[in-house]
């Protein structure tokens, strides 16, 4: 009997649905799937032929009639159906049985309209929920690393993907003021791709300005700064080109971006009631997200805002970690789950 409950309770799962990647949290089980938000889409007959890691490889390197396509844009639904069978396969890839549908908790930005959150979950139902429930990214984030949201004392998450940049201010289990900007690890890429073609008339790849950015991006200076190769195509000759790029040239092409997300920091710091701000100088700022493994964020946050910084531990799961721990303790952490009318 014990294992049926064990097998049913399996079922529930919690998705951290990421503009560039996507985690699945099973219940008794922790994290089962981390791949990119990818499908590989026939359009002639608009078929999936792959989807995640595979579709991720494909990205540049299809013919004219298959495209990969990331289906979200800014951590919100940019694609529907696209989203919906991207669902359904990562569902089913962790849970094979066809009879499961399981309850389902998806994280979404704070700042998303009624209209996208109901598209959220939508999604989540046509794709095999039995139920389907939100939660802020920034709530799930501050339970993923263990700060005391249920506690009348100020936390502050900051949650950098690759979307959108969520900042919140969390006490008594609730947020008291939140930002979210849509600033995130897209856009660090974007900018170095369009710095390399202004500066050098060279045409890079989203994967190789993604690449550069963690081999020697930074948003603060610091010793022994390295240099890398990077190759791509002469906008003059239309030939292949290799040139040398310092790590000061990336910090300098990613400086708006950085500042943007420094500047969603210091809206909430400076909207905090004074007895919750008290609280912020002694405990810190936590970032997490991918955008946290950025070097040298934690010293430049804590630089401008005069307040100590703390990178996360797992900085990339946080946000799955702590939606599935409100599926392990569902009962006591309904209250900061969101549902609409629906399912079953």
């Known amino acids: ?92 890839k962790v849970q094979p049985r066809r009879w499961a549908r399981p309850r389902i908790i998806i994280c979404v930005p704070s700042g998303i309209t009624g ?11 046509h794709a095999g929920a039995r139920r389907a429930y939100t939660i802020e990214e920034p709530m799930a984030a501050a339970i993923g690393v263990d700060l005391p949201i249920h506690e009348p004392t100020g936390s ?15 006490s008594m289990g609730g947020i008291v003021v939140s930002r979210s900007a849509r600033v995130g690890g897209d856009e660090l890429d974007e900018a170095i791709v369009n710095w390399v073609k202004k500066e050098y008339n060279l045409l890079l790849g989203d994967r190789t300005a993604e690449q550069l950015k963690m081999a020697i991006g930074s948003a603060w200076p610091f010793s022994d700064e390295p240099n890398a190769e990077i190759r791509g195509r002469d906008l003059v000759t239309g030939l292949p080109k290799t040139v040398v790029i310092t790590a000061a040239e990336v910090r300098e092409s990613i400086e708006e971006s950085v500042v943007g997300v420094v500047d969603a920091v210091k809206f909430c710091l400076d909207k905090t009631p004074p007895e919750l701000a008290a609280d912020v100088m002694e405990r810190g700022i936590v970032l997490t997200g991918g955008g946290a493994l950025l070097r040298g964020l934690d010293v430049r946050i804590a630089n401008e805002t005069g307040t100590p910084v703390i990178t996360a ?14 599926l392990e303790e569902f009962d006591m952490l309904q209250e900061v789950l969101t549902t609409t009318a629906g399912g079953i």
């Open 156 to 170: 502050v998450i900051v949650d950098i993907g690759g979307g959108t940049t969520e900042v919140a201010v969390i």
């Open 115 to 125: 209209v996208e959150r109901r598209a959220v979950e939508e999604a989540a139902y």
């Open 313 to 326: 531990d797992r900085p990339l799961h946080s946000v799955v970690i702590g939606s599935g721990r409100c």
């Open 1 to 92: 009997m014990a294992t049926g409950l064990m097998s049913l309770a399996s079922r529930d799962m919690a998705i951290d649905l990421g503009t560039a990647n996507t985690l699945v949290y099973v219940r008794g089980q922790g994290i089962v799937l981390n791949e990119p938000s990818v499908v590989a889409i026939n359009t002639r007959d608009n078929r999936a032929l792959a989807v995640g890691l595979e579709a991720k490889r494909m990205i540049g390197r299809t013919p004219s009639h298959i495209q990969a396509i990331r289906p979200l844009r800014d951590g919100v639904i940019a694609d529907f159906d696209i989203t919906e069978k991207m669902l359904r396969y990562f569902i089913k």
